[in-house]
């Protein structure tokens, strides 16, 4: 090996470098691709919803191979498999950036995703390993910082890159990290265990897939179709509904050794860690996603002056981690988690505020304030979550992490916009009922320019009607999310920690 001859503590730096690499890579990922489409559209030839393919396809690819990742591990080794992945990855994102076709692109997003299922579990799980239990606060925060702010600045890198080169960059750039990081492993990290005798489970492994797919693709085309009005959307539904409960039957049924070991849900601190980051998956993306359209459409920024915004966000998060880091095994967990919804609720409490003349300083220091309670909530989790989880449970842990995570960001993302359209429509339809020759606003001498009798003030009405129905749709979900975020404090109550840092289920 080439770094047989380093120090343990740089041979520790230069891992954690190279798996940092591929977690950022692999979150980047998520959302880079998403202001790159209208331009992929075009050169593509391929219609709305042909293109929206290019992120479902990763979506549901990532969401399917997360699950095999712990057995993939302990049957051929985290490196060799984390190598692979980072290598596959590195491939499709190449053959992405010169896909000629709307099927090309398709069929080398699902390889992306397949490949980069395996690397933030797994580089998850190399971080836990690398490092001394009392120094995994710590590290948690490192890669915490690249999982969480990767898909924030996902949006801005992928705005630059398209407009000052083409949207095939936007593939092109993981080419030499990825190259790096195979080189860096190879030549750096330590193989793990190899258990050949472990068995695969077939039929968990089909069922769950099949029930993530199909949630996966409904969560995706809900909104398109018209949720339950859709017969694919219903059936969509039953098929992953019966999938779940095939999956489950089977694995307390089995007489093997089930897919997803049951042994991981008997660590309550783990099953409560699993419950709060479906809440950050939900507040990480959800939040994302109606900021974008809201910035761009309602207060009129431009495209990369919005991501500037959201961006803020990201260096929220990064303060808080370094912080929280250092504090995690002096300050009781419970507190910190706590302090982290707290600051959560607070920014969302004024984010229902926001209107189409709220100012960007606000939005930066709201969003601000909610990448401080994202850190602080995010460090301590991973911290108590696996604190007691047995270490040969350890990647099948993180495998589970990263899947409920997915899941709490395309559940959260489906829920906020079916709840912005339909609410949009609803107050629109309010509002207009006060649109009458009755109605003494109307006729008052300075609302001249919105006299319904013209087609020019109806015009200007039905805008500013559609811009107030939409600033109340907005604050219906923000303050939706705000009510989810206080449900989680009573969660709190279900960790003990004998000691500060210390987390032991009760």
Known sequence: MIGAGLSPFMRRSLVTVCVMMATIMQALDMTIANVALPYMQGSLSATIDQVSWVLTSYIVAAAIMTAPVGWLASRYGAKRLLM????GFTAASMLC????????MVLFRLLQGMFGAALVPLSQSVMMS????EKRGQ??????????IGPIMGPTLGGLLTDAYSWRWVFYINLPFGIATVLGLWAFMTETEERKANPFD???????SLAIGALQLMLDRGEQLGWFDSQEIVLEGLVSAAAFYFFLAHSMTTKGRPFISIDIFRDRNFVVGLIFMFVCGILLLATAALMAPFLQTLAGYPVFDAGLLLGTRGVGMMLAMMVVGRLVGRIDVRLLIGAGLAFCALS???????SADTTAWTVTWTSVLQGVGLGFLFVPLNTIAFATLPAALRTEGTAMWTLIRNL???????????????????MHARLMENVTPFNQALTDPAAAMLDPSTEQGRALLDNLIAQQAMTIAYSNDFMLMMIMTLLAFPLILLIRTTAPGIAVAR
């Open 130 to 133: 690398i490092y001394p239990v």
């Open 408 to 426: 709490g960001s395309s559940i959260g993302v489906s829920i906020v916009i079916a709840t912005l359209t339909n609410k949009t429509i609803v």
């Open 97 to 104: 950036g010169i896909a000629q076709s709307i099927e090309e």
């Open 84 to 87: 692979t992945c980072a290598a």
């Open 139 to 148: 590290a948690m925060s490192i890669w915490g910082m690249g999982v969480m």
């Open 348 to 354: 969302l409490y004024y984010s229902i505020g926001f």
């Open 202 to 208: 077939w039929i968990g492994f089909g069922t769950l």
